[in-house]
């Protein structure tokens, strides 16, 4: 039909496109993510590891956060006392080493220079300076342990409001944001609550308590896995935003396309 | 721009023996000859269409079908993964596109039948002035007359008078149950479950708080002892836990001392931890997105944002007023416990805010 | 009253027959046609063949852009079936329920009943799922379709005289359409849509003196209570539905009675409607129409998911989801209310006036639809224009008129874009208050800067016509002449091309139509004291109109351009002037207008 043939290198494919640019984002990476040992601290490190975490912090991280981690003003913040599992949040997720001053780091799975044992390495250094939370233990990490129900109702009282219910992330003041939180592997969401990276507060054990935490992982694995996605293209999760666009541009074509259609004279 | 009806230096007269000869504008050439389609003279052309048309009906028809065979036999709850699409669930897109395939093929059929096979040559309707002639308004006009007259409407103005206010007070015994039993007189506006004492509950666990455990860069969303979870659905009702929490919802953040600009807020908080109600003096969404790097408070509703070293004051966006702040204080047990109830209403502006008397409240 | 010259083909066409052969030309009824005995007995009782014989031949016109009404129309009887499906399971309650149903990440989670039925709804009733995302997505194609077909009839001019009232009807139809949505888009009592009623709340409480009162009224006592999703619900299944239904009939009556409007085109005069009788092809096509809509929609719902009420979770008044928007129609609202700031808020008498809230919503809502529905007579007012018109104009043809409904629809834009600065911020990596001062100042330049660009690109398409109406359309040929110049060779247009481009007239501004301050008898004529102002916007409107060519300019253009014409392809017919010395049928050529009956002819 000449009726579709007309419409190939309509605006419609460049929608299509978009359409399907959406659905992949933020599956593909969750495969490639490093990791440290669960459970990893300065304590029952080995002298070796930490003499190589100094190596490595004196190349990649001095510049900014001061030769002993004490923080270099503006520049970079002292790391006393942030833990290993700071450490490892932050490098593992390719947030750190900062290319250069943003309003805010970026994760970067794909930009990781270092591999597992360097990061910790870096992580019981760091530690060892002044000692701060640890890696989770593995126990909290297992997802199958988790209530998501429980978690959902957590997320939604304290993670929601920046990270959006669908766990898709969203805007804060001047340029800084929440990121996404689908594809994100379940210590490091474990790790940035402890820590508080950036502009997020932290959640300390007292205020979300492990098992706690292990709910909230548990409900975004969930959503993660499709338990949210049921009737059909989830449009990026944009809430009434993705409804909108989809209305006014695939929508709306396809009943005026028809109305034209319609209107016009047969041959 | 040329214009040939006027001279635009003197304004013409709207004079009808004065208006220019006529001969300004083109005229209609009427309908322009009608050009066959293809279906019209060509025979083989029509049975395609006709072809065309049998075949979209038939796709309907088995569509419907297939959305019969569909509901009944695939589960319902049967997911999987669709190209371009993510996961979805299998029996609603089977059910949906069926249904979709069924309604379009009569459509498209019936659209392409009309414009290929039934006549495609316009008709002329024609149309008439939308008043009615002088003489329907003249008969009107002697019928409204004779009715009013007749009535003797004219003659009797108390008759009119005392109809016209029967007619115009007889809706009130209709409405005003109405209107009047819709809501009780405006309450509690000036209060919460806040009292001295009250020990400040983690929401939703319903753990208590030690000074201690509030780290710097911690925010805990917190609700008054009592009216958390289930236990206060079960002990308050529903209606009463869900206006608590629309009233009584606080933040609760530990501040280094040193940032704290405002000496009422240290002196409200304790040890550079305050808590302030979360509830926008905007329109009331929670102002619940804690930057703690900048110590700011956003209201992700509508952006207003709140400095929380400067006594949460607006820094920008639509809202006017400065979140209430809740006093606190340590208990002997070190748990934080609320040192008096809000000073102030909580929440959105609303016209009597500074004067309570206008309320009937004291 | 009526005189009708007959023009073209249309003698052959017309269905004015005498009486005792009831039937056209080109009529295709068998010769033993009769009425159907089916329908006698409802004939006797309620004279059905009169009715149908009036209603099978009306006359619709066919164009793409006459169909957008229809698709708010079809939608809104999509979402009234599949909304009376909704309503066998969903119920209206605030009570409290534990979830206990099949979707896992909710199971144990306290709730309203009515999030809990529409949780039922999506995972527990067969198609529950598939009827919910119909009525969605129905309900925001009738509000789309609403806002298309109010901005064709806009532009064309369709609102003009006889059709004032049924704009109003229209006006009142869409506003009501947006309370409808917004109120079913209430009822699941989920976390975005509860966040919507507590913003809808602030703003009532920020009415001067009234506001306190109104809000319990409406609430039933303190947010959130347990009033509010009952209320709502009757609303949106009862009170709303019956009065937009209601109008919506009056709507299409008055189309009935006016008979549809045209667009210009050989043919198509004031006095005639020119399209496909309802019996059969109009009948087949709208029909037809109904049906892709439908399918449409249910692809649509099919294939893309659209308020997944459990991804929000339920109510919760000390929480809130990124991201919280209404549906598109009440964008402009909200973004209003994240633009006006806060400093706007005022104490008087120690009362609190909040500017900030009420004037983008109590005040902006009315407004906008108030202004609206007043456009009209507004412009009647400005044009001073008493005729009946069924001729649609073609937007460039109306330019100052185009120009102040693009600017409208740009301010109306901004308000609404406003109201996804956050999407925005984080989806081009912007600063959220960066693009909060950026709406702030266009909403002020942006309207002006539409309306100037608007009205000269009318301007230079209406000289675009002209050009081609005087000299032909472009053929690309380009000719050189003995003395060794060149031309580009331009073709005639045809008298079907050329009727469609000049078939417009342009009001002369009032001031140069109201004559002398004193009458032929040296007497103060009586002026109404805003007939100064009357005249300076109708000279805003109109004084720099470009006119249609008259077939002086276009002999003239022929004379002047006879080289041309002699290098024209041979075979090419020469058009001449036409003479026409001629009044009666000339429903366009006057021109001074305006405020006292066409004096000539048929009307």
Request: glycine letters at 20%; charged letters at 10%; proline letters at 0%.
């Given at each position: 039909m000449s009726f579709l043939a007309a419409r190939r290198r309509s605006p419609l494919a460049l929608l299509v496109l978009l359409f399907l640019g959406l659905t992949f984002t933020g599956t593909a990476y969750a495969a490639l993510q490093t990791n440290v040992p669960p459970g990893t601290s300065a304590e029952g490190a080995s002298q070796e590891q930490i003499d190589e975490g100094r190596e490595l912090f004196l190349g990649n991280?001095?510049?900014?956060?001061?030769e002993n981690a004490e923080g270099n003003g503006e520049a970079g913040p002292s790391l006393y006392g942030v833990g290993a599992a700071a450490v490892d949040f932050q490098v593992a997720t390719g947030r750190m080493p900062l290319p250069a001053p943003t309003v805010q780091a970026k994760r970067n799975v794909s930009q990781v220079h270092f591999s597992d044992e360097q990061i910790t390495a870096l992580a019981v250094y760091v530690d060892s300076l002044a000692p701060g939370p640890d890696v989770p233990e593995a126990q909290w990490l297992d997802?199958?342990?988790?209530d998501p129900a429980n978690g959902g109702a957590v997320y939604r009282t304290n993670c929601a409001m920046c990270h959006n219910s669908s766990g898709t992330g969203g805007a804060l003041t001047r340029g800084k944001y929440a990121p996404t939180l689908m594809g994100v592997d379940e210590q490091h969401i474990y790790e940035a609550m402890l820590t508080g990276p950036q502009s997020m507060p932290v959640f300390n054990d007292q205020n979300i308590t492990p098992e706690e935490k292990r709910d909230v992982i548990a409900f975004l694995k969930t959503i993660e896995d499709g338990a949210n996605d049921q009737g059909g293209h989830t449009l990026g999760s944009l809430g009434p935003a993705g409804d909108a666009l989809f209305a006014w541009t695939i929508g709306i074509l396809a009943f005026i396309g028809a109305a034209v259609w319609l209107g016009r004279k047969a041959a | 721009m040329t214009n040939p009806h006027h001279d635009d230096t003197a304004p013409a007269v709207r004079d009808e023996a004065a208006a220019p000869a006529r001969a300004e504008t083109f005229e209609n050439p009427g309908l322009p000859p009608h050009v066959p389609r293809r279906a019209d003279v060509d025979p083989k052309a029509a049975k395609r269409a006709e072809i065309q048309v049998v075949v979209l009906f038939t796709l309907s028809a088995l569509a419907s079908i297939a959305f019969v065979v569909a509901y009944f036999a695939i589960d319902q709850d049967l997911k999987g993964y669709l190209l371009g699409i993510g996961e979805i669930n299998l029996y609603h897109l089977a059910i949906g596109l069926t249904m979709g395939v069924s309604l379009l093929g009569i459509g498209l059929g019936a659209i392409h039948w009309a414009k290929t096979l039934m006549p495609d040559e316009e008709v002329v309707e024609q149309r008439h002035p939308q008043a009615s002639t002088e003489e329907d308004r003249l008969v009107v006009g002697q019928t409204l007359s004779h009715g009013w007259r007749s009535s003797q409407l004219n003659r009797r103005s108390a008759l009119l008078g005392s109809a016209g206010g029967a007619l115009g007070l007889f809706a009130l015994p209709l409405v005003l149950p109405v209107v009047a039993g819709l809501g009780p007189r405006p309450q509690g506006l000036y209060t919460t479950n806040w009292a001295e004492g009250t020990l400040l509950r983690i929401d939703p666990s319903g753990a208590a708080i030690r000074a201690g455990d509030v780290t710097q860069g911690s925010v805990f969303h917190v609700m008054p002892d009592g009216w958390v979870g289930h236990e206060a659905v079960e002990e308050h009702g529903a209606e009463a836990a869900m206006v608590a929490k629309a009233k009584d919802q606080v933040i609760l953040v530990r501040l280094d001392p040193s940032l704290i600009k405002s000496q009422k807020q240290r002196e409200w908080g304790y040890e550079g931890i305050v808590a302030y109600s979360k509830v926008c003096t905007h329109v009331g969404c929670p102002v619940a997105l804690y930057e703690q790097q900048t110590h700011h408070l956003l209201c992700p509703c509508h952006q207003s944002t709140f400095d929380m070293t400067d006594d949460c004051n607006v820094i920008f966006g639509p809202a006017k007023r400065p979140l209430p702040q809740l006093p606190i204080t340590v208990d002997g047990d070190g748990y934080i416990v609320a040192a008096g109830g809000f000073r102030e209403p909580v929440g959105p502006s609303f016209w009597e805010r500074e004067r309570p008397g206008l309320l009937g409240v004291e | 009253m009526t005189t009708h010259v007959p023009q073209g083909a249309d003698h052959l066409r017309t269905d004015e027959s005498p009486p005792e052969r009831p039937v056209s030309q080109t009529d295709q009824s068998s010769p033993d046609a009769a009425f159907p005995r089916a329908l006698v007995w409802s004939d006797e009782r309620v004279g059905t063949a009169k009715g149908l014989r009036f209603a099978l031949k009306k006359v619709f016109p066919d164009h793409w852009s006459f169909l957008l009404g229809e698709i708010a129309m079809y939608s809104m009887i999509i979402a009234l079936i599949t909304g009376t499906f909704l309503t066998l399971w969903y119920v209206p309650s605030m009570g409290h329920v534990v979830y206990d149903g099949d979707y896992v990440p909710l199971k144990g989670v306290g709730m309203s009943e009515a999030y809990a039925s529409t949780l039922h709804i999506s995972f527990e009733v067969k198609g529950g799922l598939l009827i919910r995302q119909l009525h969605h997505w129905s309900a925001l194609f009738f509000i789309v379709g609403i806002a298309l077909h109010a901005a064709r009839v806009f532009f064309t001019g369709a609102f003009r005289k006889p059709r004032e009232l049924n704009w109003v009807i229209g006006v009142v139809l869409s506003l009501l359409a947006i309370i409808e949505g917004f109120a079913g888009y209430s009822l699941p009592d989920d976390l975005l849509s509860g966040t919507g009623i507590r913003a809808m709340n602030g703003f009532m409480m920020s009415a001067p003196v009234i506001g306190t009162w109104m809000t319990f009224f409406v609430f039933g006592g303190e947010f959130p209570g347990e009033a509010i999703i009952p209320r709502l619900y009757i609303a949106h299944v009862l009170l709303i539905p019956a009065i937009l239904v209601g109008l919506f009939v009056l709507h299409l009556a008055l189309v009935v009675i006016h008979k549809h409007t045209q667009y210009p085109g050989p043919g198509r005069t004031n006095d005639n409607v020119v399209g496909f009788p309802i019996m059969p092809v109009y009948a087949a096509k709208a029909g037809g129409f109904f049906f892709v809509v439908f399918g449409i929609t249910a692809l649509v719902s099919a294939l893309v998911q659209i308020n997944g009420v459990w991804v929000y979770g339920p109510y919760d008044p000390t929480q809130v989801t990124a991201g919280s928007q209404p549906d598109f129609y009440m964008w402009f609202s909200d973004g209003a209310l994240r633009l006006l700031p806060g400093w706007l808020e005022v104490n008087l008498f120690d009362t609190v006036w909040s500017f900030n809230i009420f004037l983008g919503s109590l005040v902006l809502l009315p407004l906008v639809w108030v202004v609206m529905g007043a456009y009209p007579f507004v412009e009647a007012w400005v044009t001073g224009d008493k005729r009946e018109h069924h001729i649609l104009q073609r937007p460039r043809n109306a330019p100052t008129r185009t120009a102040v409904g693009a600017a409208a629809i740009s301010m109306y834009l901004v308000l609404a874009l406003a109201c996804v600065n956050d999407i925005l911020a984080i989806k081009l990596g912007l600063s959220i208050n960066d693009l909060t001062i950026l709406f702030r100042t266009m909403f002020f330049v942006l309207p002006v800067l539409v309306f100037f660009v608007t009205k000269r690109l009318c301007l230079s398409l209406q000289r675009h016509d002209r050009e081609r109406v005087l000299h032909g359309n472009e053929t690309g040929r380009i000719v050189r002449t003995p003395e060794g110049r060149f031309f580009e060779a331009h073709e005639p247009l045809d008298e079907y091309e050329r009727w469609a481009l000049v078939d417009y007239d342009t009001p002369t501004p009032l001031g140069l139509t109201q004559g002398p301050d004193v009458d032929g008898r040296g007497v103060a004529r009586r002026r109404s004291p805003l007939a100064g102002v009357q005249a300076a916007v109708s000279s805003f409107f109109y004084k720099d109109a470009v006119r249609a060519v008259t077939p002086e300019e276009l002999a003239a253009a022929h004379h002047h351009g006879g080289e041309h014409e002699a290098l024209e392809a041979p075979g090419v017919p020469q058009l001449g002037a036409p003479v026409n010395d001629s009044t009666g049928d000339d429903d366009f050529s006057d021109s001074h207008g305006s405020s006292v009956q066409a004096p000539s002819g048929h009307r």
């Open positions: 991280c001095a510049s900014c956060h001061g997802t199958a342990e988790g | - | -």
